[in-house]
């Protein structure tokens, strides 16, 4: 490579720094509902992304067999739910994912949620992450970033 | 063994009334997360142990109805006050609430010439309504869950809150308060203003000869939720001080509030109510049992 080329690339690369600087950067997953927990310390808290498959693999079951909520997950592509939310839980508490679900209102919209539903499932949310292990200030980080998404999914 | 009787009254009540409910049909039910409802304070309030705060009691969501009956004992060093009584929470946005308080000096009252066990007793009826934001869910926002209400306070002893210089018997404290979840902190922090005349929470009536006119006092609060049901906390309370005869100081507590599950909690504190009619450092312990449904 040339002097020339050298330079040339430089300035490519400090022009291209600059803006991303300069522009807000865009939300990297937004269908996942909020921006990942900054640093790793959670994601570890996890157990990383097998932690995070262990929860889910307990989780997804418990909200199907779950007398409140059950109802709302018939017919529902089980396989591809807990895929999804492995994904966006790993996103969320900082981890090495890409959510690319649909968008959490657009997902949730026609299904007419209330309130119960949603505490209903932060409950057994909690309890999947008890048996994982996950220390409850850990799982209050994440919980943290779930809780907003109430103003989108819950609907009634 | 008074006090027991309290506890049992209550927790049988509480059982009873949410099979009556059950029963019934009505929509009560048990959609928050615990202890996010807070306690019910020795007012008769949601809140912590001295302070309001902006939660609305009982474990209902928006979309129902939420009761809870509750006794405290508060064990002091020259004094003892029993408070029971019940709270209901509509919708999670206004809540209700009735508490009798039963101050009883005991031995200390045959020094301060009243009679051996002489027992100021007070009613307070509670209303508060939640007007903005949400201490939950709200948790990608600095914005409180802020609520407004008032206390409807009456003492059955105005003849001897006169005679100390005492203005009135009857008394209303109106208060705003703001309760914050700090989830990924695991903090709840909550401060409240309260306009009020009373004396010794009104135990000793309301306004006097010293000042009788209202002023704000603050409660502020800080908990560390250690797990879902253990949290642990302080808080502060200041008080007017309206009666010459008798000094009245700020309360202080640190507390440790346990959910045994959604139906039953549990309230035990150090408490420091600070000097009382004339009797110093009133500290001791505080308990609290809460049946809800
Ligand atoms: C913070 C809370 C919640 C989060 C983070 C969440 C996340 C997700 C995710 C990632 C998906 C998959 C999206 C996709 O397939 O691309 C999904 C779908 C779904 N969720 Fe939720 N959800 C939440 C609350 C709830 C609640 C409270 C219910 C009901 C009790 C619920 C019921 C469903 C159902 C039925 C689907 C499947 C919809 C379909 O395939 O059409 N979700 N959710």
New interface residues.
Partial sequence: MTKFHTAALAAIATLMAGSALAEPQPMANPAAG?EP?VGDATYKAFHEKEGISRIMADFVPRITTDPRIKARFEGVNLIRLQLMLTNQVCYLTGGPCEYGGRDMKEVHASLGL???DF??L??DL?LSMDKEGVP??AQ??L???L??M??VIVT? | MRRVTYFLAALALGASASAAAQAADLPFESGKLLLTGGVTNVEGVGGGGLANWATITGYETRDAIGANVHATYVGLKDYDLRTYGVGVGFYDRVELSYARQEFDTGSTGAKLGLGRGFTFNQDIVGVKVKVAGDAVYDQDRWLPQIAVGAEFKSNDKGAIIHAVGGKKDTGVDYYVSATKLVLDKSLLLNGTVRMTKANQYGLLGFGGDKHDDYRPQFEGSAAYLISKRLAVGAEVRTKPDNLGFAKETRAFDVFGAYAVNKNLSMTLAYVDLGDIATFKDQRGVYLSLQAGF
């Fill in positions: 909020a927990i209330t309130n119960l505490n209903a932060a409950e909690q409850f200030t209050n980080q919980v943290a970033k809780a907003p109430q103003r009634k």
